[in-house]
Every structure is written in structure tokens, then in C-alpha cells.
């Protein structure tokens, strides 16, 4: 008898557009596994800087991305340790997902990291945010979300939250930071960032978190006939 791999929802799209908190918010009220797969590669990032290895030492940045301990919880607003170790103020930075950005670049890292995303596969589901779930990652998910939103409305978004967080921050860099990670992220050779063909593209300017949330809930209910309101 085939087996049968556990349900995956895909939700990827650029950063800024509420992708991670739809998958949050869906992992959490499905209580299905979370992957925030632009983490993984913030925390390769982050910790190939801390343990000296160059951005251009692909062998070496490789062997670590295999070898940390990264989980994710769903609890306390998505946690991340690394090796154990609480690190999610710093992995959510905008300064990691630059570097993030940079090593995501890299088709070597991004075959390293693949057999990783895909363990996160666990019964009862898994909720996949990032750039490639729907296209690279796992092609067969079961329903896949692209999220889009302008660059100025996701800048917008952005400012609010630092400012809100009491970080000091100007809408201009933060708009022109996020034009160049777009140009990157979509530009690059491998998996670049681009809508699965068969993703429901939802246009996030004009709704709230709540409605895409609605929105997604509805379509999981429609197409997989579970109730994830
Ligand atoms: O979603 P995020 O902002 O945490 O992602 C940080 C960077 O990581 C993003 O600019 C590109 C890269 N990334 C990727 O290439 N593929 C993914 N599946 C997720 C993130």
C-alpha cells in the first residue's frame, strides 16, 4: 500500500505581506507543525557569522546548516531556539533577513536545507511560510497561499511594528531594504521567488490579518474539508 505523507498548506510570498502570521495563526488553530523556513535561513545566516564561517565558504556554511538544532514552537508568538537557546529577537531582525537573503542565494545551501524543511512533515499536517514551499519544497502540498502586498504598503506594515516595538526606524530605508531583498530573492538562479502555479494568489493591501486569515480558513474548509475557524 502507498504511504500516505501528512498534509502540507504552503503560504509563501514576500516578506511583509502577513504570511507569517496567517501560518501562525493556522498552525496554531489546525494545531498542525509550523515551519518558518525563511528562519532556517536566518539562523544559517546568524550562525555561521558567530562561529566565523564566511558567507563565501560554501563547503563550510553547508556542513553547519546540516548540523544545527533548530526547532520552532507555536506557542509564544512563535518561538526559535537554536542548540536549545531562546534567539528569536535576533533572528527577526531586519538586519538577519538581509543576511538571510544573501545566503539564500546560494544553491548549495538551499539543497542542504531541503531534506531539513521536508522532515517537518509530521502527522497530524504542516503549515509551510516561505519563498519556495509551494514550488520547491513540497510541489504536492495539499493547498498553496501566495501573498502579495506593494512594497510601500509593506513598508508601511513594517514601520508600524518596529515603532510599535519601540525600534527606531525610517520608511525610507526600510522601503528601499525591501526592494532590494524583492529584486534579490526573485532574481536569483535557484527557486526564486514567483507563485506556485497552482497557488491561490490572495492581494493582501486592502485587508486586515483578520480577513486573509477568514479568507484562508475558508478555502482550507472548502478544499480539504476541515474546519480551521
Ligand atoms: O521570510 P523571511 O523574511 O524570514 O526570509 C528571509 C530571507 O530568506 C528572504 O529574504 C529570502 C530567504 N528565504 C528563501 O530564500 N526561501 C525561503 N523559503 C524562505 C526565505
Redesign the pocket.
Known amino acids: 500500500m502507498a504511504h500516505t505523507l501528512p498534509p502540507v498548506i504552503t503560504i509563501?510570498g514576500p516578506?511583509g505581506t502577513g504570511?507569517?502570521t496567517l501560518a501562525l495563526g493556522l498552525a496554531r488553530q489546525l494545531r498542525w507543525h509550523f515551519l518558518?523556513?525563511?528562519?532556517?535561513?536566518?539562523i544559517t545566516a546568524l550562525g555561521a557569522q558567530a562561529a566565523g564561517i564566511g558567507y563565501d565558504e560554501v563547503a563550510r556554511l553547508c556542513a553547519f546548516a546540516s548540523g544545527m538544532e533548530v526547532a520552532f514552537s507555536t506557542v509564544f508568538e512563535g518561538s526559535i531556539l537554536l542548540d536549545g537557546k531562546e534567539i528569536s529577537d535576533q533572528v527577526r531582525l531586519e538586519e538577519s533577513?538581509?543576511k538571510?537573503?544573501q545566503v539564500?542565494?546560494l544553491p548549495e545551501l538551499?539543497a542542504a536545507l531541503l531534506q531539513r524543511?521536508r522532515d517537518f512533515r509530521q502527522p497530524p499536517g504542516l503549515i509551510a511560510?516561505?519563498?519556495?514551499?509551494g514550488t520547491v519544497?513540497f510541489p504536492d502540498a495539499a493547498l498553496k497561499f501566495y501573498l502579495t502586498a506593494s512594497a510601500e504598503e509593506r513598508a508601511q506594515r513594517r514601520y508600524k511594528q518596529l515603532i510599535n516595538k519601540g525600534v527606531d526606524v525610517s520608511l525610507r530605508s526600510l522601503l528601499s531594504d525591501i526592494q532590494a531583498?524583492d529584486e534579490?530573492?526573485s532574481t536569483?538562479a535557484v527557486?526564486p521567488?514567483r507563485p506556485a502555479e497552482d497557488a491561490i494568489i490572495v492581494a493582501t493591501d486592502d485587508l486586515t490579518a483578520e480577513q486573509v486569515f477568514e479568507l484562508a480558513s475558508r478555502r482550507i474548509g472548502e478544499a480539504l474539508g476541515i474546519n480551521a475557524v
Open positions: 509563501d516578506s504570511k507569517g518558518d523556513s525563511g528562519a532556517l535561513y536566518r533577513g538581509a538571510a537573503s539564500a542565494a538551499r524543511q511560510d516561505g519563498r519556495d514551499m519544497v531583498r534579490r530573492d536569483r527557486a521567488l
